[in-house]
């Protein structure tokens, strides 16, 4: 059982920067795959971003590969994701997910879910 916790959400003007911050509780964060998915109003989950156990590999939606920055420490149980030159369209609820085996790269591969932190960026 993997329990996550978002953090780092907030209120920011386009062009702005957010860290934003998965805690996992458990002993088995080094043996999970993470990502970043998030979901704007009337809009379906997207994938956003993942990384493998290790840290070794990650890749990005296309979109976002250019402004956003994942990462994970494993020694503080903790994924994050840097988020710099933030778009309006950028806003969204924001979630992190857990996978075993591979990295999730749809909402539908994820096993473990957070409860998501709120990005709202102004124009």
């Known amino acids: 059982q993997v329990q996550l916790v978002e953090s780092g959400g907030g209120l920011v003007q386009a062009g702005g920067s957010l860290r934003l911050s998965c805690a996992a509780s458990?002993?088995?964060?080094?043996?999970?795959?993470m990502g970043w998915f998030r979901q704007a109003p009337g809009k379906e989950r997207e994938f956003v971003a993942a990384i493998s156990r290790s840290g070794g590999s990650a890749y990005y939606a296309d979109s976002m590969k250019a402004r956003f920055t994942i990462s994970r420490d494993n020694a503080k149980n903790t994924m994050y994701l840097q988020m710099d030159n933030l778009k309006p369209e950028d806003t969204a609820v924001y979630y992190c997910?857990?996978?075993?085996?591979?990295?999730?790269?749809?909402?539908?591969?994820?096993?473990?879910w957070g409860q998501g932190t709120q990005v709202t960026v102004s124009s």
């Open positions: 997910g857990a996978k075993y085996g591979t990295m999730p790269r749809a909402g539908s591969q994820v096993e473990y």
């Open positions: 458990g002993r088995i964060f080094s043996s999970v795959h």
